[in-house]
Structures are given as C-alpha cells and as structure tokens.
C-alpha cells in the first residue's frame, strides 16, 4: 500500500499569504496519478487538482499542483477567506486508492 | 450535471450489515468510461476508499475493509450499492460516493451519509 504524508498538520497563515501544502508518497507515482481535494466542514471534498498539476473545472488560478515521483506540493498564491479549509492528497497509480492525512490550512 | 446522492439507514447495530444506496441522476451509470466508488470518512478522521464498480460489474475492493463489503450495481435503476457486514463502532462514518474516470481521481462526490454503528 502506498503510504501518503502530508505536510505540515496545520498551516497557520493570514489572507493574501501564500500556502505551501506537500505530500510525501512511501513509492514513486510514475504515472503522476496524484491529486488534491479542498474539504469543508460538513461538506464533500472537493477536486482540485489532478495528475499533478492538472487544474479541474472552475479551480481559480491562484491553486497550483506540482512534483514527481514521491514528493509532491499544492500551493495557493493568496489565500482568499474561502480556502481556510482542510485540505487532502490522494493517488490512484496503485490499489488500494490512498489519502493522506490532511492539512488544515487556518486563519492566522 | 451528474450528481450522485447517497441513501440508507443512518444507524446500524453492530453485528449487523450496513446497506447504502447511490442514485446517479444526469448521466448514466452505464458508461464504459468511469467507476463508480464509495468511499469513508470516520467523524474527525480522514478519507479511506472502500471500493469501486464498473457497470459490467467488475469490482475493485480495499483490503482493510477484509472482504466484509460488497458493492454492486443496478443499471436499471441507475445506482449501485453498499454492503458492509459485521459492522462495528469503527465502521461509523460519513459515507460518501463518487465517480472516477479512467486515469481520474474521484470527482464527482455525493453530500455524503452518516452512519452510525451503536445499539
């Protein structure tokens, strides 16, 4: 099973900040199957970013995936009020599909 | 827009088995592009994925789970399920269900159902 680790726990940082998120695959993804959910409290998470780097559909510009092989980072430019959230990586190179942990990126 | 909703019991004894229900609505489950995938969140805890379908009925499972689940799907009706048997206080969680491409991760989700393992 591919372990994920993300980085740090809690991201304590101010609005208009920039954030850096990683995550830490125990293998390589060599297919770069990598993605990055946005969860809410009492809601569904929400795709980000996938195959790395790859935005999904309405994601601002201000979130940016990027990496290789086992380590990974998704970054937010300037954080706006509505990405105080929790935020998760997950691959699907290899079965059984993993998350990690989660970071929760706070208002400082 | 495809959306997924999620149904079934939200409290469960344990020792029993949990049965939960996805209905697809604006797109068909039939489509050889795309799984159909359930997946777990315990209250204050991370994501685990359970499982996915195809609509040949091909089923993929997560070992952690030892084969206590089981998900099949009714094109018919346009959903698939869930069965978890001998369920436990640990198996209480959000359960949610979602779509996942060929070469995608899941996207997208259903609001997600609580189920709760307690007698």
């Known amino acids: 099973e591919i372990v994920l680790t993300q980085s740090p726990g809690t991201l304590s940082l101010s609005p208009g900040q920039r954030a850096t998120l990683s995550c830490r695959a125990s293998?390589?993804?060599?297919?770069?199957?990598l993605a990055w959910y946005q969860q809410k409290p009492g809601l569904a998470p929400r795709l980000l970013i996938y195959?790395?780097?790859i935005k999904a559909t309405g994601i601002p510009d201000r979130f940016s995936g990027s990496g290789s092989r086992t380590n990974f980072t998704l970054s937010i430019s300037r954080l706006e009020p509505e990405d105080f959230a929790l935020y998760y990586c997950?691959?699907?190179?290899?079965?059984?599909?993993?998350f990690g942990g989660g970071t929760k990126v706070e208002i400082k | 827009q495809l959306q997924l909703q999620e149904s079934g019991p939200g409290l469960v004894k344990p020792s029993e088995t949990l049965s939960l229900t996805c209905s697809v609505s604006?797109?068909?489950?039939?489509?050889?592009?795309?799984?159909w995938g359930w997946l777990r969140q315990p209250p204050g805890k991370g994501l685990e994925w359970i499982g996915d379908?195809?609509?040949?009925?091909?089923?993929y499972y997560n070992p952690s789970l030892s084969s206590r689940a089981t998900i099949s799907v009714d094109t018919s009706q346009n959903q698939f399920s869930l069965k978890v048997s001998s369920v436990t206080a640990a198996d209480t969680a959000v359960y949610y269900c979602?779509?996942?491409?060929?070469?995608?991760?899941?996207?997208?989700w259903g609001q997600g159902s609580l189920v709760t393992v307690s007698s």
């Open positions: 379908i195809y609509y040949t009925g091909i089923t």
């Open positions: 997950q691959q699907y190179d290899k079965s059984p599909l993993t």
């Open positions: 293998q390589s993804l060599s297919s770069g199957y």
């Open positions: 195959g790395t780097s």
């Open positions: 979602a779509r996942r491409g060929f070469g995608r991760p899941f996207d997208p």
């Open positions: 604006g797109g068909s489950v039939s489509t050889d592009s795309h799984y």
